[in-house]
T-cell receptor, first 111, second 115 residues
């Protein structure tokens, strides 16, 4: 059973702080890793993807991957109230299969 | 259309009835996915269609659930003899073949309520 685990939160941070979201996965053969954001009542949308060990930065977002530890994280710098949402970690176990999603971490950024 | 279209947006049904949910993916997207999301839960994978390959049905929770995709485009998810635990938002998503960026484009979902 391929699993993706996330702390459900809520994670509360003040505006301007760094938010750190974490995810672990069970399938060591997983190839690709994604972070989706889902606003309340809306559908998920992709914000970051990462394939290789290390860090990947895109604006205020940084994805970090450690395949040896089967761990992927998302850092949000200078958090804004508009970042308040549920963040879903998704993993592609192997070629030709669907993404497996975690249950998501709810982030609340207070102004 | 420009995005993934799902219908109906809301469906209320009585326990034991059959329901059909429809998904029209983005034109040119050969991969199509069905997920469901219960209140406060993540996305549960149901079924995945990729081009002309046999679908990956490994996520279907019971034999009451089935899906088909006609002509490589529109897909229908059918739930027979609905139960209250089937109440959820059913999300359809599509993507290009290679899924190189992992970007699934989701529809707005079909909210199913089984009374």
């Amino acid at each position: 059973q391929k699993e993706v685990e996330q702390n459900s939160g809520p994670l509360s941070v003040p505006e301007g702080a760094i938010a750190s979201l974490n995810c672990t996965y069970s399938d060591r053969g997983s190839q690709s890793f994604f972070w989706y954001r889902q606003y309340s009542g809306k559908s998920p949308e992709l914000i970051m993807f990462i394939y290789s060990n290390g860090d990947k930065e895109d604006g205020r977002f940084t994805a970090q991957l450690n395949k040896a530890s089967q761990y992927v994280s998302l850092l949000i710098r200078d958090s804004q109230p508009s970042d308040s949402a549920t963040y879903l970690c998704a993993v592609k176990p192997q070629a030709g299969t669907a993404l497996i999603f975690g249950k998501g971490t709810t982030l609340s950024v207070s102004s | 259309g420009a995005g993934v279209s799902q219908s109906p947006s809301n469906k209320v049904t009585e326990k034991g009835k059959d329901v059909e949910l429809r998904c029209d993916p983005i034109s040119g997207h050969t991969a199509l996915y069905w997920y469901r999301q219960s209140l406060g839960q993540g996305l549960e994978f149901l079924i995945y269609f990729q081009g002309n390959s046999a679908p990956d049905k490994s996520g279907l929770p019971s034999d009451r659930f089935s899906a088909e995709r006609t002509g490589g485009s529109v897909s229908t998810l059918t739930i027979q003899r609905t139960q209250q635990e089937d109440s959820a938002v059913y999300l359809c998503a599509s993507s290009l073949v290679r899924l190189s960026t992992g970007e699934l484009f989701f529809g707005e979902g079909s909210r199913l309520t089984v009374l």
